[in-house]
């Protein structure tokens, strides 16, 4: 199965600040990615899709980029309403495996 | 409105079984996959297996292989997932979640509709 490994695990960051999170695949996954953003207590939510896709409704701050092996999720100006974990996920391939999640804290 | 129910809280022994159901609303049932993801307290989310509602076909993750049975009741447009041999470790919220393209794109996740989430507590 393919291996998602996210980078940072956790990071503090202050309102304004540029974020970027990272998710590597252990094998080319072309542009087969998402990211989702999760709150405590929440479900996830869908933010990025085919990599660099905005869904419906999120906001331009956010943006997602690569292909192949190395993805990366970024916030342009970090809100006080994004301090949340994230979750790359693959998709169009089984198992459809998340990466292990990043935790944006304030600083 | 477009949505995802779920079925309430669970507490089980070791070794019995859940059944946790996902009834869905304001969409075309059949026309979407479903996926269910479970969330251990404090951990990250894993993927279970999907669920095609309109014929019932499955594919599940390896880890829950011979342990999970997904079933689709059109009749209700609900979809079930039943956990088998419980253990500890499956203490989590279990997600039901919709695949956000048609059947007929042919492709398979991303999901941009989620339930709320079955908590499901093993304990003796």
């Known amino acids: 199965a393919i291996q998602l490994t996210q980078s940072p695990s956790s990071l503090s960051a202050s309102v304004g600040d540029r974020v970027t999170i990272t998710c590597r695949a252990s094998q080319g996954i072309s542009s087969a990615l998402a990211w989702y953003q999760q709150k405590p207590g929440e479900s996830p939510k869908l933010l990025i899709y085919d990599a660099s896709s905005v869904e419906s409704g999120v906001p331009s701050r956010f943006s997602g980029s690569g292909s192949g092996t190395d993805f990366t999720l970024t916030i342009s100006s970090l809100q006080p309403e994004d301090f949340a974990t994230y979750y790359c996920?693959?998709?169009?391939?089984?198992?459809?495996?998340f990466g292990g999640g990043s935790k944006v804290e304030i600083k | 409105q477009v949505q995802l129910v779920q079925s309430g809280a669970e507490v089980k022994k070791p070794g019995a079984s859940v059944k946790v159901s996902c009834k869905a609303s304001g969409y075309a049932f059949t026309n979407y996959y479903l996926h269910w993801v479970r969330q251990a307290p404090g951990q990250g989310l894993e993927w279970m297996g999907v669920i095609n509602p309109r014929g019932g076909s499955t594919r599940y993750a390896d880890n829950f292989q011979g342990r999970v049975t997904m079933t689709t009741d059109r009749s209700t447009s609900t979809v079930s997932m039943e956990l088998s041999s419980l253990r500890s470790d499956d203490t989590a919220v279990y997600y039901c979640?919709?695949?956000?393209?048609?059947?007929?794109?042919?492709?398979?996740?991303?999901?941009?509709?989620w339930g709320p989430g079955t908590m499901v507590t093993v304990s003796s």
């Open positions: 996920q693959l998709f169009n391939t089984y198992p459809l495996t």
């Open positions: 979640a919709r695949d956000r393209s048609p059947i007929v794109v042919y492709a398979i996740g991303p999901c941009d509709l």
